[in-house]
């Protein structure tokens, strides 16, 4: 009995020798690699933990985004999807701009579309009922301002200026936001403008300024603030004013889609939009 004791104990003497040479070479041989414990631990626990690694949480997004927006949304998302681009190889935004009210209209007629970014919510009623049930959430504000040439050569001072018969008054198209917006501050303001003519969208209208076609505009705040020193702005009392909401609808839900989405919604989406003249919701 003592013999067999003893034969029992320097088995399992051997056998803990034997685990303990088996975890050293283990050891060595994960240095030998380059790997380290933190590394093979989460190797070893499989692709889920993996995933939840900072540095690859996206890194295994693909596939294009097609991203329909206002196009007063122009500078800022066209920035955007550039940096989201370069931190997400694999993926591609492509990026389309118009009337809010034309795109709404393209997506119920089947254009194809991943997101769409509205300048008012005005255009949502254009899209089919399964599109406006999708998730929305309001990425930026915006006003209105007069754009006039630069230093201002019609002596613009305010919205009433803008009935002088003898200016070149140019606004957008009654049936899109930003000429809806207009004919609105206008009304409220009891103005009767010189305009000459209506153009497709806010980019269209502000270009008949820049190009010395027109003496004033209405556009958006954030275009004046795009033009830079193209234009002279002269702002628009709150109390005349009217306030934007820019919706995102998100129409699809592949990874890629969802990823852009919660970008442009975040911070880095925020303080782009905020440079570019907008406000936060």
Same mark, same amino acid.
């Given at each position: 009995?003592?013999?067999?004791?003893?034969?029992?104990?320097?088995?399992?003497?051997?056998?803990?020798?034997?685990?303990?040479?088996?975890? !050293?070479?283990?050891?060595?041989?994960?240095?030998?690699?380059?790997?380290?414990?933190?590394?093979?631990?989460?190797?070893?626990?499989?692709?889920?933990?993996?995933?939840?690694?900072?540095?690859?949480?996206?890194?295994?997004?693909?596939?294009?985004?097609?991203?329909?927006?206002?196009?007063? #949304?122009?500078?800022? $998302?066209?920035? #955007?999807?550039?940096?989201?681009?370069?931190?997400?190889?694999?993926?591609?935004?492509?990026?389309? $701009?118009?009337?809010?009210?034309?795109?709404?209209?393209? /997506?119920?007629?089947?254009?194809?579309?991943?997101? $769409?970014?509205?300048?008012?919510?005005?255009?949502?009623?254009?899209?089919?009922?399964?599109?406006?049930?999708?998730?929305?959430?309001?990425?930026?504000?915006?006003?209105?301002? /007069?754009?006039?040439?630069?230093?201002?050569?019609?002596?613009?001072?305010?919205?009433?200026?803008?009935?002088?018969?003898?200016?070149?008054? !140019?606004?957008?198209?009654?049936?899109?936001?930003?000429?809806?917006?207009?004919?609105?501050?206008?009304?409220?303001?009891?103005?009767?403008?010189?305009?000459?003519?209506?153009?497709?969208?806010?980019?269209?209208?502000?270009?008949?300024?820049? #190009?010395?076609?027109?003496?004033?505009?209405?556009?958006?705040?954030?275009?004046?603030?795009?033009?830079?020193?193209?234009?002279?702005?002269?702002?628009?009392?709150?109390?005349?004013?009217? !306030?934007?909401?820019?919706?995102?609808?998100?129409?699809?839900?592949?990874?890629?889609?969802?990823?852009?989405?919660?970008?442009?919604?975040?911070?880095?989406?925020?303080?782009?939009?905020?440079?570019?003249? $907008?406000?936060?919701?």
């Amino acid at each position: 009995m003592t013999r067999i004791r003893v034969a029992a104990g320097g088995l399992a003497h051997a056998a803990s020798a034997r685990a303990g040479l088996v975890l !050293v070479v283990l050891a060595l041989a994960a240095c030998g690699s380059g790997a380290t414990p933190t590394t093979a631990a989460r190797d070893s626990a499989g692709p889920s933990a993996r995933a939840s690694s900072p540095s690859s949480a996206h890194s295994d997004l693909s596939g294009t985004v097609t991203v329909l927006a206002a196009a007063s #949304l122009t500078e800022s $998302f066209t920035a #955007l999807a550039k940096t989201f681009e370069a931190a997400h190889p694999g993926v591609t935004v492509r990026l389309s $701009f118009g009337s809010s009210t034309t795109l709404a209209q393209q /997506i119920a007629q089947g254009a194809p579309a991943d997101l $769409f970014a509205s300048a008012g919510t005005k255009a949502l009623d254009q899209l089919p009922a399964e599109a406006r049930a999708k998730p929305t959430a309001t990425l930026a504000t915006n006003s209105l301002e /007069i754009a006039t040439p630069p230093g201002n050569p019609g002596r613009v001072s305010d919205l009433a200026s803008l009935a002088a018969p003898d200016l070149k008054v !140019v606004l957008c198209a009654a049936t899109v936001p930003c000429g809806a917006a207009a004919d609105g501050i206008l009304t409220k303001a009891g103005v009767d403008a010189s305009v000459v003519s209506r153009e497709i969208d806010v980019r269209a209208t502000l270009a008949k300024v820049t #190009l010395g076609e027109a003496d004033a505009a209405i556009v958006y705040r954030s275009d004046v603030r795009s033009a830079a020193d193209k234009v002279t702005g002269i702002e628009i009392p709150a109390a005349q004013n009217t !306030v934007l909401g820019y919706p995102l609808v998100e129409l699809t839900s592949t990874p890629a889609t969802a990823a852009f989405a919660t970008y442009l919604k975040g911070a880095e989406g925020r303080k782009a939009l905020q440079a570019a003249g $907008f406000e936060s919701p």
